[in-house]
C-alpha cells in the first residue's frame, strides 16, 4: 500500500531564500507525482506535473524533482516571496490508478 | 474552460439531514474523483468515475453516500442523514484519460471544494 510522507509538516522562511519541500513514497511503481498548492479554505492548485520517465519539471520559480528509485521527490522554490505561504502537497499515481497524497507541508514566508 | 466547478462552497446542516454536494469537471475530461479533507489532512478518495460509469469506491464511502455522474458529466455526491463526523471539505477533480481503465498520466485538476458543516 502506497504511503505518502512530507517532512516537515511547517517551515517558516524569510522572504528572498530558496527553499526546498520534500516528499518521499514507499511504492515506487507509480505513473506520475503532482505537487499542489492549498491556500486556507480552498481547493487545490495543480503546480507540476512529474511523469514517471521524466527527472524534473520546471515552471517559473517552481522546480520539481522525481527519483524514483529512493521514493523521493522534493519541491525547489527560488526566492520567496510572502505570496508563496501556503500548504504544499504532493500526490502520486500508482499502477492501480490510485492517487495518494501526503499531509502537506505548511510554508509561511516571513516579509 | 472554466476549470472545475462545486456547488455550494459551504453547507452547514443539523445531524440527521441529507445534503447533496454537485460538481462540474473540465469539459472534455473523462474521469472525475471525489475526496475529501478534514484539517490538517491530505484529501482521502472516496470515489470515481470514468464517464458515466463508477469504477470503484473507497471504504470511507459508507452505504450513507452515494455518487452519480449520470450522463458522464457533471457529478453529485449526496450524504444521507449526516453525522458530526461528516464535516469536512469536499473535493472533486478531474482528468483526461485516453483509454478505459488504461494508465491515466493526465493532470489532475481540483474545484474549490465544498466545506461541510454538521451541528
Known amino acids: 500500500k502506497q504511503e505518502v510522507t512530507q517532512i516537515p509538516a511547517a517551515l517558516s522562511v524569510p522572504e528572498g531564500e530558496n527553499l526546498v519541500l520534500n516528499c518521499s513514497f514507499t511504492?515506487?511503481?507509480?505513473?506520475?507525482l503532482q505537487w499542489f498548492r492549498q491556500d486556507p479554505g480552498k481547493g487545490l492548485t495543480s503546480l507540476l506535473l512529474?511523469?514517471?520517465?521524466?527527472r524534473e519539471q520546471t515552471s517559473g520559480r517552481l522546480n520539481a524533482s522525481l527519483d524514483k528509485s529512493s521514493g523521493r521527490s522534493t519541491l525547489y522554490i527560488a526566492a520567496s516571496q510572502p505570496g508563496d505561504s501556503a500548504t504544499y502537497l504532493c500526490?502520486?499515481?500508482?499502477?492501480?490508478?490510485?492517487?495518494?497524497f501526503g499531509k502537506g507541508t505548511r510554508l509561511h514566508i516571513l516579509p | 474552460d472554466t476549470g472545475v466547478s462545486q456547488d455550494p462552497r459551504h453547507k452547514i446542516t443539523k445531524r440527521g439531514q441529507n445534503v447533496t454536494f454537485r460538481c462540474d469537471p473540465i469539459s472534455e475530461h473523462n474521469r472525475l474523483y471525489w475526496y475529501r479533507q478534514t484539517l490538517g489532512q491530505g484529501p482521502e478518495f472516496l470515489t470515481y468515475?470514468?464517464?458515466?460509469?463508477?469504477?470503484?469506491k473507497s471504504r470511507l464511502l459508507s452505504d450513507r453516500f452515494s455518487a452519480e455522474r449520470p450522463k458522464g458529466s457533471f457529478s453529485t455526491l449526496e450524504i444521507q442523514r449526516t453525522e458530526q463526523g461528516d464535516s469536512a471539505m469536499y473535493l472533486c477533480?478531474?482528468?483526461?484519460?485516453?483509454?478505459?481503465?488504461?494508465?491515466?498520466?493526465?493532470?489532475?485538476?481540483f474545484g474549490e471544494g465544498s466545506r461541510l458543516t454538521v451541528l
Open positions: 500526490a502520486t499515481r500508482g499502477r492501480d490508478d490510485k492517487i495518494i
Open positions: 512529474i511523469q514517471s520517465s521524466q
Open positions: 477533480a478531474s482528468s483526461l484519460t485516453t483509454g478505459f481503465l488504461g494508465p491515466n498520466t493526465g493532470e489532475l485538476f
Open positions: 511504492d515506487s511503481a507509480i505513473y506520475n
Open positions: 468515475f470514468q464517464n458515466e460509469a463508477q469504477l470503484e
